[in-house]
């Protein structure tokens, strides 16, 4: 019975003792196969002869739980090389622009001081606003490095809150639970 388009026959049962949780309203047997053509959980009687889902794609329950824990994994190990590449943007990439805007304030600020220092009784008062310029640029550079770390760190916190909850349904869902919870993950 693992292979889809495979009907389970009279009498199938949920494998090695009956599994606790929902029972199929039609027939009141245990919910221990998932139909694919109406992607929901079924029981064994729905899927024989005479059943609403005789001829559909019918897998076992227990499969179709671990395909969705399977692509949870692959969903938080995408979402932990993204946290992973933020975090090394943020350590590596983000340092470096605040020590080369310091740099490059610190070398316009002394290219307009010698500039002007030559010609200071003609130009007080253009000194003092080139100062104001450079002051100006190297705030708005500050200032935007300050952005993209927010931006960044919020990204972050939101990658971790999805990884977290997709790691709790991993631990507190059951079988039957994860599979009607299928429709919040493929969002």
Same mark, same amino acid.
């Given at each position: 019975m693992s %292979?889809? =388009?495979t009907e389970p026959g009279p009498g199938s049962g949920p494998g090695p003792g009956p599994e606790p949780g929902p029972l199929c309203p039609d027939? =009141? @047997?245990a919910l221990s196969w998932f139909c694919g053509s109406e992607r929901r959980p079924v029981c064994a009687a729905c899927t024989g002869l005479g059943g609403r889902c005789r001829g559909h794609r019918i897998r076992r329950a227990e499969e179709r739980a671990e395909e969705l824990r399977n692509k949870i994994v692959d969903q938080c190990e995408r979402l932990q090389l993204q946290s992973a590449g933020i975090s090394k943007y943020m350590a590596?990439?983000?340092p470096g622009k605040n020590q080369r805007?310091? %740099?490059m304030a610190s070398a316009a600020r002394e290219?307009?001081?010698q500039r002007l220092s030559l010609v200071r009784s003609l130009c007080e008062s253009?000194? @003092?606003r080139l100062l104001e310029q450079v002051h100006g640029e190297e705030e708005r550079a500050h200032q935007s490095i300050l952005t993209q770390r927010v931006h960044w760190a919020e990204a972050l916190q939101k990658l971790d809150t999805i990884r977290t909850s997709l790691v709790g349904m991993l631990t507190h869902l059951d079988d039957l639970q994860l599979i009607k919870e299928q429709e919040i993950f493929e969002r």
């Open positions: %292979s889809e =388009g027939h =009141g @047997q590596d990439v983000l805007a310091v %740099s290219l307009v001081i253009e000194e @003092q």
